[in-house]
């Protein structure tokens, strides 16, 4: 285990020193400050609207959608600095010398995957809660609207991240630094484009779409895990209201059902042994 | 006490490409061995299996009696790659730092600092990696390699990039590397230097060891010269041993002899008769085989 945390605490100092943290950490701000502007515009233009006749809570639907975008924005922030945690751990790092020294120390592979591993799920997780945080904050402080169950949305938001980071890690021992970042990008895109044609598929009752995005959300479970965010986000929400947000804004809420966390947990474990398989097996 | 590396019927297939094709080699506690041939001859091949990060395709790799790439025999040995790059952000004190915590060394900062003596790195501890030259980097990836006190050390090209100076250095540390014990495998294309440093030469080509022995065995008489009122005279196939009885016979002659030289090969003459021939297999005890000058 101290071998693991040698080379977790390896990686989180590379990324420090190497200020890639301040620059997230920057644009993260950027974000927040873009975010609260918006915040503050829509519920001021919310407070020109009366009352409706079709039972309408508007601020809640304000709200959600806008809580929904930032959940949005930052699972793709969360992803990004995943994959460049990771994008290059094995072939990229062995194609440029830094991996050879520490690979021939006591020091085990599958643990060198481990330490690589702990340090990308620990920050970019982190990362997505602490910013999801500070979206929930700022849609109640401005617009006096908060979700029911905030903490299990971030949780979920959480856990998409930490799934993509173990792929790209996975991706870094088969491919060059370059093509894993591309791959594992496109793959969170084709996830989340999958998880849109199911809203789609649900809001016009097309089997073949749900079977797409359902089929999706299994072979990749962090959008399956971005979906049910979003679902308890608006869960407890009533009404024509909770109808018409349960579509979201970037891909609707869908239950995943109780044996997907069971299953997300194994598939995790699959990509462990997988990648600790084929690390095992390269020349270096 | 077993060999610091013995490798036997050692063989490794990159796809079509078979990059050693039964390859014997051993390393005694202390000894320093020079591992010479082209590009493309499997040297750098056979560091990286003794060093765990190749598998071979079959035959035999150990440390120390540990298997090749186990734990144990990771343990035992230090390590500097041909291409190897350190982190540019660590200083050089940093990296030493983290070797000593992946390799278990409990030497501390003395250890640390001694290391950075030997490789005439003291004043450059807080420096960091990315603005060193080099010869700098590649002297503190010696250090780097001697964390933890292994027992062998395997050197993939350590004076690539090193200046006459640095050069000489590193062939001071060498044998200061000796003198403690501690085994070197040195994979150099520097014949100078093997022949000045080593113990024992193996030289590979297309994947075998086509000769093995100490490089003054390598390097053969080739006769002697005798200079003469009348010139220069060659015996080629005469030995040191037949040096009494040649000046007897040409004094007796009549002739007046200036001077007498036995005439020795040199270690790249040696080296071009073994890689120009067509490879054979070749065992590599310390015994002096040569295949292309037999």
Known sequence: ?284 | MPAALAVSGLTKRYGATEALRGVDLSVGEGELVGLLGPNGAGKSTLVKIACGLVRPTSGRAEICGAPAGSPAARGALGYLAELFRFPGWATGDELLRLHQRLAGSDGGAGERAELLELVGLSEARERRIETMSKGMQQRLGIAQALVGRPALLLLDEPTSALDPAGRRTVRGLLAELRRRGVAVLLNTHLLSEVEQVCDRVAIIDRGLVVAAGSPSDLARPRGVEVETASGTRVFQAASREDIPAIVERLVHAGERVYDVRLVRSTLEDAYLAAVDAPAEPHDAPATTQRRGAA
């Not at chain 1, 693991?4 to 020193?17: C, D, Q, Y």
């Not at chain 1, 709200?63 to 969360?78: E, P, R, S």
């Not at chain 1, 959480?158 to 370059?178: E, F, H, Q, T």
């Not at chain 1, 209201?241 to 069971?262: M, R």
């Open chain 1, 1 to 284: 285990m101290s071998d693991v945390l040698v080379v977790a605490g390896h990686a989180l100092r590379e990324s420090l020193r190497r200020r890639v943290f301040a620059v997230v950490v920057c644009l993260t701000l950027a974000f927040g400050a873009l975010y609260a502007w918006g915040t503050s515009e829509l519920f001021e233009d919310l407070a020109e609207f009366g009352p409706n006749d079709f039972g309408l809570d508007t601020r809640t639907l304000a709200g959600a959608t806008i809580l929904g975008l930032a959940m949005f924005g930052t699972l793709f922030l969360g992803v990004v600095l995943a994959v460049f945690l990771t994008l290059g751990a094995v072939r990229g790092d062995a194609e440029r010398g830094l991996l050879q020294p520490l690979i021939v120390r006591p020091l085990g592979r599958r643990q060198y995957l481990a330490g690589r591993f702990l340090a990308a799920a620990t920050v970019s997780g982190a990362y997505v809660l602490l910013v999801y945080a500070g979206a929930v904050v700022v849609t109640g402080a401005i617009g006096d609207w908060w979700p029911a169950s905030p903490v299990g949305a971030g949780v979920r938001l959480a856990a998409a991240v930490v799934v993509v980071a173990a792929l790209a890690l996975l991706g870094s021992i088969l491919l060059s630094a370059n093509a894993n970042g591309i791959a594992v990008l496109m793959v969170f895109g084709a996830g989340l484009l999958a998880g849109l044609l199911g809203s789609i598929g649900e809001a016009l009752d097309s089997g073949t779409l749900q079977t797409l995005a359902n089929t999706a959300s299994w072979l990749l479970p962090f959008e399956a895990l971005y979906r049910d965010a979003l679902r308890v986000l608006v869960a407890e929400i009533p009404g024509v209201t909770g109808a018409i947000v349960q579509l979201g804004p970037l891909g609707g809420s869908h239950d995943a059902g109780a044996l997907f966390y069971p299953y997300a947990v194994a598939y995790l474990a699959a990509v462990a042994v997988a990648g600790a398989f084929a690390f095992g097996r390269s020349d270096l």
